[in-house]
Structures are given as C-alpha cells and as structure tokens.
C-alpha cells in the first residue's frame, strides 16, 4: 500500500490546468487505482498469499514474483475491467507459471466475467507458444504455463456471478468431460466483514478503501482508515498512504462531498489537511462543473436535438459553478441555440 508518490506532482499554490486536474483524476479512478496497487510487487506478494489456496502458496516462490508488463483486455472492455498479470517460478523447478488477475469494475458484477477470463487465459497462452516459436523451441516437447486466474471485485454489491466456466455452458449429461472448462479464484472485497479482513494492515487499509468508496457513508469508512492509520501516522510513509485514500474518495466516491470531506479534516486533524485539501477543492469544484456542464447539454439536446460543437465545447470548458447553474434555468427557457448562444462567454 506504501508506494512512492508520482514524480511529477500537480502545483497546489497556483491555478490548475484543466489538462492536468484530468490527468490527476484518472490516475484515482477505480481501475488506474487498483492496477497501481496490485502492481507493486510487495503489495502483490501480500495479496497473493491471502487469496491463494495452501496449495498454490507452497508451489509458487513468490519471492521471484514478478509483474509483466503488458496487458490482455479488449479496449472496448476496459472501462469495465483492469488487469494485472505476473510470472512467478515454481518452487525446485527451472519453470514458471502465470498468475492473471482480472480487476472487474462494475458496481454490479457481470455474469459473463469467467467467460472473459478464459479468452484473456487462451491469448496468454497463443503469445506464449507464438515466443517459443520466435525462439525456434522444440514444439514437441514444449508445453503451455499454467494460468491460475483470479477474479478481484469491488463495487455497491457483491459478485454472485458463475466463477466457472462450465456453468455458462449447456452441457449435457455424461458429456461433460468435453466442454472447455476453467475455474477462476474469487476474491471479492465487497461483503468482507472486519474480522474477514487481512492480517497484514497495508493490505487491509486497501481492502477498506475500495469498500469505502461504494459505501453510503464514506466519511464513516474514512475515519475508520484514519483510526487503523492513527499510530503511525507521524510517518511521512502513512500520511501519504492517508493522503491517497482521500483522493481516491474525493475521485471515485459519488457520495462523498466537499461538507464531508471539511468534516473529516476537522475531526481528525489530519497534519496535511491543508496541502490536501487545496487540490480536492478543485476537484470537487471542477466534479460540480462538469456536472452543470452535463445537465446543460442534456437540457439543450432533448430541446433542440442537435446542438452545435462550438456551444458544447464552451459550456464542458467552463469552470465557473455559478455561471454554469444560472445556464442551466437558460437552457431550459431559451428559444433558440443562438439565443443560449449569446448567453455564453466569449
């Protein structure tokens, strides 16, 4: 949970380019932010060894984990699912297996998420047997790795979805034994219950971020992280660890808000609360913006149909709340686009 900060932090003493508030933003979002955890290869070892069956702990050295750098999920898919792949020898052995993990996103889960999984599983596989063809192996003798795939969820609701492949199939009677079948490893974050939680606190205090931000209170799951935190939070390392969660939450929470947000500063007297909170305020100010921004565009598209870019442009540029709520009554009594048109700034 501990990583070092992004080199290239936003300036918090002057003006923030809406490019780079953007930028900032989708790095906490809920995929760039569970990839970036389950990349760092000490919080990867941690996680594996609480998800892992005894089985898989004693055949796998997990201090040869490694990350692999590339990526199996379709572009069209990848609003809804991350992944994070590594390699990890085997124990006495000259060999390696992979170990996939597919982050599904979804507030709800998706039944088709193990079907994905095989086919992400199969392309490992055909770019593992295309490199031992590159490296002219012998195919006789060479064999396909094994992929142990894991599914890791978070969302309002837990996953209740088929974690095998066979249960997606019709497969009849006696017949089975010829049907594709694959079985995915569940770790769902979502119905975890504190005494459920892992025992090493970098791991639990992420556990406890991605069920805060699905949560109604978020404020409440935020105090109970600064409670865990509370011991240490002297250390440099555990406020940055604090300081991240906070912006996850102000990124990805829906329900949390600016209010709340005054409210844990003031209860927990976070020591950084003021470098913090310089960048959040913009946050939350430019998430209020773009939501006028929204109901703006929406108004005018129901109204008119076709709006033209030039006015779509301006009103998802502009910054100013109160300018964009007092657009929003106009956009619903304006008689025409030229008329709203003239209402906006040059």
Known sequence: MCEPKPEQELPLNEPIEREKLEEFRK????????????????????????VLKPTARELLDLDGLEVVSESFVDEE?????????????????????????????????DRWTVFQMAKYVVRIWDRTLNDAKDKQLSLKTFMLPMVI????????????SPTKLIDLVRAYGGCESYVLNMECLLCDVTPIQPEGMPQDRDLEILFMALQTVFNKNVLDGLLAIHAKLEPTMDSEETQDVMEDILYYAS?????????????????????????????IDTMFAEGKAEGFAKSI??????????????????????????????????????????????????
């Open 27 to 50: 790095r906490y979002q809920h995929d760039a932010f569970c990839k970036d955890k389950l990349r760092n290869v000490n919080t990867a070892k941690k996680f594996l060894e609480y």
């Open 297 to 346: 565009m929406s108004i005018l598209k129901k109204r008119f149909k076709c709006v033209p870019e030039h006015i779509e442009n301006t009103v998802r540029n502009m910054s100013d709340t109160v300018a964009l709520e007092s657009l929003v009554v106009d956009a619903a009594v304006c008689n025409s686009l030229d008329e709203f048109n003239e209402l906006l700034p040059d």
């Open 149 to 160: 795939p894991i599914i890791f969820h978070h969302g309002g609701s837990d996953f209740t």
């Open 251 to 279: 990124t990805s929470a829906s329900s949390f808000n600016k209010k709340e947000c005054d409210v844990f500063f003031k209860q927990t007297n976070f020591r950084m609360g003021k470098r913090v909170m310089s960048l």
């Open 77 to 109: 898919l990848n609003r809804s699912y991350a992944d994070v792949l590594y390699r990890t020898p085997v124990k006495g052995r000259d060999e390696s297996i992979f170990i996939f993990i597919l982050i599904e996103l979804k507030t709800e889960d």
